[in-house]
């Protein structure tokens, strides 16, 4: 790019800029000398390819989605909390929020992920030892009792069930007094991230994805500032990926749920922003920086280009960071807290929107109140003490951060025309039912591929650690160490026989002819519709809403969905 477009992309900068609200805060170094908002070329210099570089708060939002950077608003502190039962959790959530969290994100119990009720027999044992247990409306009510849900934004981590949980969300604002048109927060609901990686789905991916594209309707409609879709790299990158796998698999998702929304009629410009992202934060620091930044420009080059978005919001890929939990260990579990504090600083570096430091402790249990507090410490000295919210993308125009970045782009596009490529094979007509993504993603689920690419990148990395090529501090180098045991958080298992006991009494004070009626209307109106996702029948939203209220269960709500679509085995692999 010549001198005099660099310039003018700078006057632009400076415009947006002044003109946008910045925090009351000193912009400063420590020593009080003053530092600009953002850096650049020097005037008068011509930068090779500065265009993919740019500017903060313009396409293609390599360097952030707003001018001010973190001068105008910091990320969102949202720690990831969930335990026990109900009551539990929200004395958890009234001690973040006290502590200085500007947000909440749900842990749910793995019976709840799974869809099944606390005394579900397959629930035995893992009643709120994983994240909080939820079985009905009556819980989500007394999960955020005395936090007004008009005031707080709140993350739901949840994809299998995330439905019939964001209606008893809904239900639970209704009974607080506060109207849902007004909710702001975010549901995970990516069911594609199950398949490859976490494995926790309910049915096939075709009824999920009706199920996806009923809430992705029903949000865009009437609930405008709520985020339906929290499209999650992180599991896949806990489950062993590469950076740029994380990149390009989770990136490849969302534009499948992009493919989902144009074919349900809705407006790109109106329902894109509605789409957010979740990512892992791993250990190599510059690594993880680039991918951010890749991610963004990534992201909105093909909503550009390739689907037709033409706002910036609906350009703008904005995204909550997680620090990796599979980075933490057992061995030396201080260690870890230097490890969240490196992986925090490069989500912040690399522009995140929001964040969640892991506590030092989870390799062995949920997190004790004071790792809990540590964790959240963290975050608030890199926020308060560093001064790395003085500059928007400070690392911007380094070398090697540059050059990593352009690196994983290119091998995200790689990627992304495999996954195409496998769509073409599956499709070879061309008529794919909702996109050419969407169905390059359904074959390399139902073949293994996506679990195959990921088992054999974590394969590499475990082989690396055994041969010391890799080193992990006090695993395999560093070992001697004067640290004693932690004392862990322990769920009681009174915590289980405590949520079944008042499920039952919740069941037996219900209309039951009022219970069955309603799930009966939903089981008609799962029957209603296509099976590939366009579901041109009837939105579900409304009768999952219905029995909700009248005090179905989760696994009553998942039984009823259960009978109607069936289940799914993934194909073995060896």
């Known amino acids: 790019m010549d001198a005099d477009a660099i310039a003018e992309g700078r006057r632009r900068w400076q415009a947006r800029y002044d003109a946008a609200r910045k925090r009351n805060a000193d912009f400063t170094t420590l020593s009080g000398e003053p530092v600009e908002p953002v850096y650049g070329p020097a005037p008068g210099d011509s930068v090779e390819g500065f265009e993919r570089i740019g500017w903060p708060g313009e396409f293609p939002f390599t360097r952030g989605l707003y001018p001010t950077g973190y001068r105008g608003r910091t990320w969102t502190i949202r720690q990831f909390a969930g335990f026990g039962n109900a009551e539990q959790t929200n004395q958890r959530y009234k001690m973040i929020l006290e502590a200085g969290g500007g947000g909440l994100s749900v842990a749910f119990d793995m019976p709840t992920l799974m869809g099944r009720d606390s005394d579900d027999p397959r629930s035995l044992g893992e009643v709120g030892h994983c994240g909080v247990a939820v079985d009905s409306a009556a819980d989500m009510e007394v999960l955020f009792r005395d936090i007004p849900l008009d005031q707080v934004t709140t993350s739901m981590t949840v994809s299998g069930p995330a439905v019939p949980l964001f209606c008893m969300y809904l239900v639970a604002a209704e009974r607080q007094g506060v109207d849902p048109a007004v909710l702001n927060g975010t549901l995970q609901t990516d069911i594609f991230k199950e ?9 096939g991916p075709e009824p999920h994805l009706r199920l996806i594209g009923d809430l992705m309707e029903y949000c865009t409609h009437n609930i405008p500032a709520y985020k339906p879709l929290s499209v999650s790299g992180y599991h896949i990158r806990e489950a062993g990926s590469t950076a740029a796998q994380e990149l390009a698999y989770t990136l490849a998702d969302g ?3 992009v493919e989902l929304g144009l074919s349900r009629g809705l407006d790109v410009n109106t329902f894109a922003p509605g789409l957010s992202f979740f990512f892992d934060a791993h250990l190599d620091f510059f690594e993880e920086i680039a991918k951010f930044r890749a991610a963004r420009r990534i992201w909105a080059r093909w909503m550009r280009d390739v689907f037709g978005a033409t706002s910036e919001r609906a350009q703008w890929l904005r995204f909550h ?3 990796a939990g599979v980075s933490l260990t057992a061995q030396q579990p201080y260690n870890n807290v230097v490890r969240t504090a490196v992986e ?19 390799t062995l249990a949920l997190p004790s109140e004071q790792a809990a507090e540590i964790a959240l410490r963290t975050q608030q000295v890199i926020m308060e003490e560093t001064g790395v919210t003085n500059v928007a993308d400070p690392l911007g125009g380094s070398w090697y951060l540059e050059s990593l970045t352009d690196r994983i782009e290119e091998a ?18 061309g008529n794919h039912p909702i996109g050419p993504m ?29 041969k010391g090529e890799k080193k992990l501090v006090g695993v395999n180098c560093h070992h001697k160490s004067v640290t004693g045991d932690l004392e862990i958080l322990r769920v009681s298992h009174e915590v289980e026989r405590e949520q079944v006991r008042v499920l039952a009494e919740r069941r037996a004070a219900r209309d039951d002819t009022a219970v069955r009626n309603a799930l009966a209307a939903l089981a008609e109106a799962a029957r209603d519709g296509a099976g590939d996702g366009t579901a041109r029948g009837r939105n579900m939203i409304e009768p999952m809403l219905q029995a909700v209220r009248a005090e179905a269960t989760l696994g009553e709500i998942c039984g009823v969905l259960r009978d109607e679509w069936g289940t799914w085995t993934e194909p073995a692999a060896f």
């Open 412 to 429: 995200a596009e790689k990627i992304f025309e495999q996954i195409k490529e496998r769509g073409r094979r599956a499709v070879p007509d």
């Open 195 to 203: 398949y490859i990686a976490q494995k926790e789905w309910l049915f």
């Open 255 to 257: 534009f499948a749920y």
């Open 438 to 466: 969407t169905s390059g993603i359904l074959r390399g689920i139902e073949d293994g591929w996506f679990t195959s690419e990921i088992a054999e990148a974590s394969f590499r990395y475990q082989q690396a650690l055994e």
């Open 344 to 362: 925090a600083l490069a989500a912040v570096l690399g522009g995140t929107n929001s964040l969640h430091t892991n506590a030092l402790d989870e």
């Open 321 to 323: 960071t997680q620090t």
